[in-house]
């Protein structure tokens, strides 16, 4: 554990929002600064007062401080094992873990009280991905802490950040098992290659609502779009859909999608996956599907961006809905944080309103248990969904 003596004192008042455990602290509610402090380096916040409000790590930036602990506690070298353990605890409360899903989050940042630490647990292999340079420096830390709750049941530990951080390298802190790996994610089979894969190698965020598609999805014919590596197009083939087509515009990810079908003892022949632009391909498409997967990358990764993501997010949904046959089912998402649950909604009514179709709301999704959201920290609520039956 980093040393905790350096101080960081807030501007008279500015001291509430951690009072209330909000666990950012931003540059512009800091009175005086330490001037040993270092980019990742633990720091002790006070009041204008002198008064102790907690313990969290420094970052030069509009967030400067990510709290950890709040109050006089000083934190000590248990503190990374107790938090894990908690995570898993809940994890393990909310009967997430079984023998038929052996793949999910562990830690989810604020959520987990652990800002800027994410960790996803692939079966006997735990990804840490870090958004702070706190959590890389305690890198080793948190490896170890994963070890002591861990024991044995966890072989490797692959530490990913060089795509969120600067001058991260990506390297194994324990073990190195070779991938792809397969993982299993409610009975379904899936390969995970968290060295070149997206994020860390899977979206377990979408877990339950891919169970959801498959539930619904017999019968119908199937379009997933922004597919990666094919999750709901296996779980809508499981459900005895049809046909499905899986579109993404990278081929690496179409690679992964056909042999994830393949895996799953599904035919790629009947079932093609296309690399193609989905704006594209769904031009000239009407008639064709009854269910329709849209889940886009985030369009707005900051709220600089968000005007011109919900154009897109408008233009896609409008597309879909005038392409879906009738008592067609449309799941649309957003995974931008900065676009909130009513801008979403406000949004799908507008391309509603542009495809000129009858459409009513069946079901709101989110995030699983395994992403859960600090009651202090609801900026932490970032996946957005509605199942949509088209009439």
């Given at each position: 554990?980093?040393?905790?003596?350096?101080?960081?004192?807030?501007?008279?008042?500015?001291?509430?929002?951690?009072?209330?455990?909000?666990?950012?602290?931003?540059?512009?509610?800091?009175?005086?600064?330490?001037?040993?402090?270092?980019?990742?380096?633990?720091?002790?916040?006070?009041?204008a007062d002198s008064q102790t409000l907690g313990f969290g790590h420094y970052q030069k930036g509009s967030i400067t401080v990510r709290m950890l602990t709040f109050g006089d506690s000083i934190p000590d070298k248990n503190f990374y094992i107790q938090k894990v353990q908690a995570a898993l605890d809940l994890r393990q409360g909310a009967s997430i873990i079984s023998l038929k899903t052996n793949s999910w989050r562990l830690i989810h940042g604020e959520g987990d009280g652990l800002p800027g630490l994410i960790v996803d647990v692939y079966n006997d292999a735990a990804i840490i991905q870090a958004h702070s340079h706190g959590m890389h420096?305690?890198?080793?830390?948190?490896?170890?802490?994963?070890?002591?709750?861990?024991?044995?049941?966890?072989?490797?530990?692959?530490?990913?950040?060089?795509?969120?951080?600067?001058?991260?390298?990506?390297?194994?802190?324990?073990?190195?098992?070779?991938?792809?790996?397969?993982?299993?994610?409610?009975?379904?089979?899936?390969?995970?290659?968290?060295?070149?894969?997206?994020?860390?190698?899977?979206?377990?965020?979408?877990?339950?609502?891919?169970?959801?598609?498959?539930?619904?999805?017999?019968?119908?014919?199937?379009?997933?779009?922004?597919?990666?590596?094919?999750?709901?197009?296996?779980?809508?083939?499981?459900?005895?859909?049809?046909?499905?087509?899986?579109?993404?515009?990278?081929?690496?990810?179409?690679?992964?999608?056909?042999?994830?079908?393949?895996?799953?003892?599904?035919?790629?022949?009947?079932?093609?996956?296309?690399?193609?632009?989905?704006?594209?391909?769904?031009?000239?498409?009407?008639?064709?599907?009854?269910?329709?997967?849209?889940?886009?990358?985030?369009?707005?990764?900051?709220?600089?961006?968000?005007?011109?993501?919900?154009?897109?997010?408008?233009?896609?949904?409008?597309?879909?809905?005038?392409?879906?046959?009738?008592?067609?089912?449309?799941?649309?998402?957003?995974?931008?944080?900065?676009?909130?649950?009513?801008?979403?909604?406000?949004?799908?009514?507008?391309?509603?309103?542009?495809?000129?179709?009858?459409?009513?709301?069946?079901?709101?999704?989110?995030?699983?248990?395994?992403?859960?959201?600090?009651?202090?920290?609801?900026?932490?609520?970032?996946?957005?969904?509605?199942?949509?039956?088209?009439?």
């Open positions: 554990m980093n040393d905790t003596s350096l101080t960081i004192e807030l501007k008279k008042g500015k001291e509430q929002s951690i009072l209330r455990k909000h666990p950012w602290i931003f540059s512009g509610a800091i009175q005086q600064y330490n001037p040993d402090l270092t980019n990742g380096c633990w720091v002790k916040i006070v009041s420096q305690d890198r080793h830390a948190i490896a170890k802490a994963i070890l002591g709750v861990f024991g044995k049941k966890i072989h490797t530990i692959y530490y990913k950040s060089q795509g969120t951080l600067d001058h991260a390298d990506n390297e194994y802190l324990h073990g190195n098992t070779a991938v792809p790996q397969t993982i299993l994610e409610h009975g379904h089979k899936f390969l995970v290659d968290w060295e070149a894969g997206q994020k860390t190698g899977f979206f377990l965020d979408q877990r339950e609502s891919r169970k959801l598609v498959g539930e619904l999805a017999k019968g119908r014919t199937v379009l997933n779009t922004f597919c990666y590596t094919g999750g709901f197009s296996v779980y809508a083939l499981h459900g005895k859909a049809k046909l499905v087509h899986s579109v993404d515009a990278s081929d690496k990810a179409i690679v992964m999608a056909k042999l994830n079908i393949e895996l799953n003892g599904f035919s790629t022949e009947e079932n093609p996956c296309f690399v193609a632009d989905t704006f594209e391909f769904l031009k000239n498409k009407a008639g064709i599907y009854d269910l329709i997967i849209l889940d886009p990358p985030a369009f707005a990764k900051h709220k600089d961006a968000r005007h011109q993501a919900m154009k897109g997010y408008q233009r896609l949904n409008a597309e879909a809905m005038r392409a879906i046959k009738p008592s067609g089912i449309i799941f649309t998402f957003s995974c931008s944080q900065v676009v909130d649950k009513q801008l979403f909604y406000d949004t799908v009514v507008s391309s509603a309103i542009q495809a000129g179709r009858n459409i009513k709301v069946l079901q709101l999704l989110g995030q699983p248990a395994d992403h859960p959201v600090s009651i202090y920290h609801p900026e932490g609520e970032y996946l957005k969904g509605l199942v949509l039956y088209v009439e």
